[in-house]
């Protein structure tokens, strides 16, 4: 009999890694024993557990796991015995029966260097105005060895001791935001200690950094705009004006509504709304329409640098941008690309994940049984949710 796919427990066991070592930072920082690192707390260790290493070895993800859980056994255990008496010295030896029985890790596996910013959560909510900005860094900072397309093979990469690593492949992109921030600001080197890439903090300033990594994340998703995405990506946070209400969050609708974003110049028609989306026009100034039809889409972006990020997360020219299509699940994955003029299908998924525990995957007689290609895209977005944790992707 085999055990439960990887999927139905992996994802459960990184959250839990994460929790944990969250949980013992806010501790060790609550007690003093840690400082501020660019205002959040530090990690104060030299290691931390790779959850990024768990997602792709399962042998070691099951000896963590079922270590953990015997561990839960011996701490309960212990806990018995200190209320219980009678039963005390049968309940010490099964705590440390179940210590002695666990599979430990290998702790050179399990545990890796670590960074006082390994934690910390980028500030900017991966808005479009923080794209905008992280782009412009990236030109003057980044191209000349990670090349416009982020692959790494800039004007100076075949200089380096080694190339630098390419943006549009998964590697990169699940390390975790807070590494990233501290790799950009205190550079990178070999095991020889030979300097891979150079320290930017003496050039730039924190919110520069957290921008370049927000633009970092949009290139990725466009340098492989042809193929499915290396790993998920936000819905970018933006300011939308609907009619003549206040302006609000895009993020207001996640984890309700699904959301479709349409890029719409002068000479672009205005598409339908839909009741199974809310509908976003992007414009290239941010400004509505002059005049929207009835039973049109009436919600617009008014973020100006709106435009200029769709145009780099769906790896598109901005002067070429009019009439796609973005659509994003009701968790506020982009999980969709569609382009004018053809009719949505699952050949417009960018981004793949498996099916749901529990839930019937997509069949090749999905689309047979609802009556266009759009609503069988939704459906298959709804049955196969993005699975996403801080240490990596299950994608």
């Known amino acids: 009999m085999s055990g439960p796919p990887a999927q139905a427990w992996l994802n459960a066991l990184l959250v839990l890694v994460e929790q944990l ?20 707390p530090a990690w104060p260790w030299a290691r931390r557990m790779a959850a990024e290493t768990l997602l792709i070895d399962l042998g070691l993800a099951r000896q963590v796991g079922l270590t953990l859980c015997a561990v839960a056994v011996a701490v309960l255990a212990m806990a018995l015995a200190l209320a ?29 260097p670590a960074a006082p910013t390994s934690f910390h959560a980028s500030p900017t909510r991966f808005a479009v105005d923080s794209i905008a ?29 080694v190339w630098p690593p390419t943006l549009a492949g998964p590697l990169l992109a699940r390390r975790a935001d807070g590494e990233l921030f501290w790799h950009v600001l205190a550079g990178m080197r070999d095991r020889q200690g030979r300097s891979t890439m150079p ?24 340098s492989g ?25 895009l993020s207001q609708w996640r984890g309700d509504q699904r ?41 617009t972006a008014i973020a100006s640098h709106a435009w200029q990020a769709v145009a780099a997360i769906a790896g598109q020219a901005p002067s070429r941008l009019a009439g796609t299509q973005l659509l994003a699940d009701r968790a506020g994955w982009l999980r969709a690309r569609g382009t004018p003029g053809r009719p949505w299908s699952d050949a417009n998924l960018v981004c793949v994940s498996g099916p749901a525990a529990g839930t019937p ?12 290609g759009l609503t069988a895209l939704l459906l298959r977005m709804d049955a196969e949710p993005v699975r996403f944790v801080k240490g990596g992707f299950v994608h």
């Not at 930072?25 to 609550?30: F, G, Q, V």
């Open 225 to 249: 705009a042809e193929g499915n995405w290396p790993v998920p990506l936000r819905l970018p946070e933006m300011a939308i004006r609907c009619a003549d209400a206040a302006p609000l969050a």
């Open 259 to 299: 959301v479709r974003l349409v890029t719409v110049d002068g000479t672009t028609p205005l598409p339908f709304e839909d009741p199974r989306f809310l509908t976003v026009l992007v414009t290239p100034d941010g400004q509505p329409p002059a005049q929207v039809p009835r039973f049109r889409a009436g919600c």
């Open 361 to 372: 995957a997509a069949s090749s007689s999905a689309p047979s049984s609802v009556p266009d």
């Open 21 to 40: 070592q969250l949980g013992l930072l806010s501790l060790w920082h609550a007690l003093g024993l840690t400082g501020d690192s660019h205002g959040q």
């Open 133 to 161: 900005h992280g782009a412009r860094v990236y030109a003057q900072h980044c191209t000349s060895c990670h090349g416009t397309d982020g692959r790494g093979e800039g004007p100076l990469a075949a200089s380096l001791a």
């Open 199 to 222: 320290a930017f903090g003496d050039r730039l300033g924190e919110r520069e950094v957290w921008a370049v990594i927000d633009y970092m994340k949009a290139l990725s998703a466009g």
């Open 84 to 112: 219980w008496r009678r039963r005390r010295g049968v309940l010490l030896a099964g705590a440390a029966l179940a210590l002695v029985a666990a599979p430990w890790p290998s702790a050179s596996l399990l545990f890796v």
